[in-house]
């Protein structure tokens, strides 16, 4: 190496330095290239067909391309959305044609594919079509929509998944071991440390190895006893490189579940401005916006029910929302969610009525299911009775039957005890009328 080569060796960023050379080294994706999976087998035998790379920025597309470029036999070509027009693809697509003719494969990566427009796309389809070429494009978008059908059509298509932390953790452990990331240095960073620079990155290994590489170099040093330079990452360091101050923690521990609590009791008392507070605090210290999500979720049936039904639409949406685009984008749609529960009129109704049907389920007698509601799928059940007296309520005048539907040991019990807020009392009043039915009509 020489020393102009060890000079641009130090001064490129962490993430281009510490970049998998090959599938070991890949951090993530082992559904794809796992041990015997059909991405690592194609890439291993060299035999790569016209495939798209789909996934979050950060999670290795690019890298992938890469690591096949060096491991082809194929001329590797790639393009760019931003510099390539269609005379120059169209002039290396012939080329590609005229080393077909004697043999030789040309495989051409399009990172950013969904930032080409539909000719430039369409230059490229009929190379693919003949298999002049094998294409190779990485987006972050989703491929239905941004690549045009018939190109699309003749691509497989992977999809890379977010990087989990504890992936991102030891892509992390292994750049500051890494003779080519800080291996010849004595860094001292602590796991707890490492765990919320994971966290901050949102599964994104490029801006995680970009936040190492800053708080290490902004790093306490100190020399020990034997004269070894030591460079000491601290909490203080890494709440000024992320302006993350008290916002950090455990996701695990004591004050992921504090600040979970205090945004479920804020919607439930109304308080939209410490609900929307709670949340942010929460997303911003790097929580799990699916986790956040799943709780919402959960709040719109416990604590709002039928006082609003439309409460439980509208956080399955933002819950589909969370699924679809992540951090930070779906912050917004997770404060809808949050700020349409805690002004929605409230009810605890669901949550009160299945507590007091699960004691009667765990705690009473089982008393078999009445006969005339069971089902009757062979002649040998209906011989036996099963669906015998049961009135179908379709059927009926007033579309209820005079049937007891509850076990005997339960007759009589009531679980829905409706609230008075919203439309609750619609419902309120159906369930009066209904049970007013059954004394007039029950015998």
Sequence with gaps: ?????????????????????????????????GEGKVLRRMIESDKISSMIFWGPPGVGKTT????????TNAQFITFSAVTSGIKEIKNVMQQAERMGAIGSRTIVFI?????????????????VEKGSIVLIGATTENPSFEVN???????????LQQLTKEDIAGLLKRAISDPRGFGDQKVVMPDELINVVA?????????????????????????????????????????QCTSKKSLLYDKGGEEHYNLISALHKSVRNSDVNAAIYWLAR??????????????????AAEDIGLADPRALEICVAAFHAVNLIGMPECSVHLTEAVTYLALAPKSNAMETAYFAARDDAVK????????????????????????????????????????????????????????????????????????????????
């Design 364 to 443: 009473e007698l089982a008393e078999p299911v009445p006969m005339h509601i069971r089902n009757a799928p062979t002649g040998l059940m209906k011989d036996l009775g099963y669906g015998d007296g049961y009135i179908y309520a379709h059927d009926t005048e007033d579309k209820i039957a005079s049937m007891q539907c509850l076990p005997d040991n339960l007759v009589g019990r009531e679980y829905y005890k409706p609230g008075r807020q919203g439309l609750e009392p619609r419902f309120a009043e159906r369930y009066e009328a209904i049970k007013e039915w059954h004394k007039k009509h029950d015998k």
């Design 1 to 33: 190496m020489s020393i102009f080569e060890e000079e641009n060796m130090t001064t490129e960023p962490l993430a281009a330095r510490l970049r998998p050379r090959d599938l070991d080294e890949f951090a993530g994706q082992q559904h794809l290239i």
């Design 149 to 159: 059908g018939a190109l699309l059509s003749r691509c497989r298509v992977f999809v």
């Design 199 to 239: 966290g901050f990155s949102n599964g994104d290994a490029r801006s995680a190895l970009s936040i190492l590489e800053m708080v290490i170099l902004n790093g306490d040093t100190r020399t020990d006893e034997d004269g070894t330079e030591v460079i000491e990452v601290t909490e203080d360091i890494v709440e």
């Design 282 to 299: 929460m997303l911003e210290a790097g929580e799990d916006p699916k986790y956040v999500a799943r709780r919402v979720t959960r709040m």
């Design 111 to 127: 990172d950013e594919i969904h930032r080409f427009n539909k000719a430039q796309q369409d230059a490229f389809l009929p190379f």
């Design 64 to 71: 992938l391309a890469q690591i096949i470029a060096s491991r």
